[in-house]
Every structure is written in structure tokens, then in C-alpha cells.
């Protein structure tokens, strides 16, 4: 699996991005996938994750209701749509993947294997 992440950018409070992961390797669906967010003062946090077929999702608590978390397994995509945005979204934004069991993923960042660069969020106020 090789992963790319894209779609960041800059957007003003309220506003709505699209991160896209995506895996040139075309195994994806083979893969749970997690996204995770890193500031200097927070470090790296888990944001939201996805089971390889969809079943299960996960999302942090600061998150909830505002982003979704959703794949593709024909384009080999992971997204994560994130709306209302907050100043406090702000991080750079990395997707992960893991060959765990079907149903499952990883809440822990060390746990996945796979990582794909980073992708600047960055919200003004």
C-alpha cells in the first residue's frame, strides 16, 4: 500500500475542507484506515478511523458531528469530509492503514504500519 494524502488547505472558520487518501498500490480495501492530526502542542492525535468494508467507524470526541470519515474501495480512497470548521482544527493531517481484521481498527498511532505524508489544515479565525 502506498499511501497519498491531499486536499488541505486554507480555509476561514466555518468552512469545509475534503482530505482524500489514496493508494497507488490499489489494496486499499484490504486495509483499515485512520486519519490523525499533529500540532507542536498537542502532538499526534487520532482523529477519526474506518474498517476495511465500512462497518465500523470511529470518531474523537472534538470531531463529532462535524467531520465523516467514509471510503471508496473501488477508487482505492479514503476521505474525510470536514465541516464547521475551528481555528483549533488546525494541524497537519495524516492518513494510516493497517491490515487488521475485517470490523476493526486501531486507535493507537504506533499500531499502524502504512503512512502517507502530510496534508496542511489550516483554519483562520
Known amino acids: 500500500v502506498q499511501l497519498q494524502a491531499s486536499g488541505g488547505g486554507l480555509v476561514q472558520t466555518g468552512g469545509s475542507l475534503r482530505l482524500s487518501c489514496a493508494d497507488s498500490g490499489r489494496t486499499l480495501s484490504k486495509y483499515a484506515v485512520a486519519w490523525f492530526r499533529q500540532t507542536p502542542e498537542k502532538g499526534r492525535t487520532l482523529v477519526a478511523a474506518?474498517?476495511?468494508?465500512?462497518?465500523?467507524?470511529y470518531y474523537a470526541d472534538s470531531v463529532k458531528g462535524r467531520f465523516t470519515v467514509s471510503r471508496d474501495n473501488a477508487k482505492n480512497t479514503v476521505y474525510l469530509q470536514m465541516n464547521s470548521l475551528k481555528p483549533e482544527d488546525t494541524a497537519v493531517y495524516y492518513c494510516a492503514a493497517d491490515p487488521i481484521y475485517s470490523g476493526y481498527y486501531y486507535t493507537l498511532s504506533g499500531e499502524y504500519d502504512y503512512w502517507g505524508q502530510g496534508t496542511l489544515v489550516t483554519v483562520s479565525s
Open positions: 474506518i474498517s476495511r468494508t465500512s462497518s465500523s467507524t
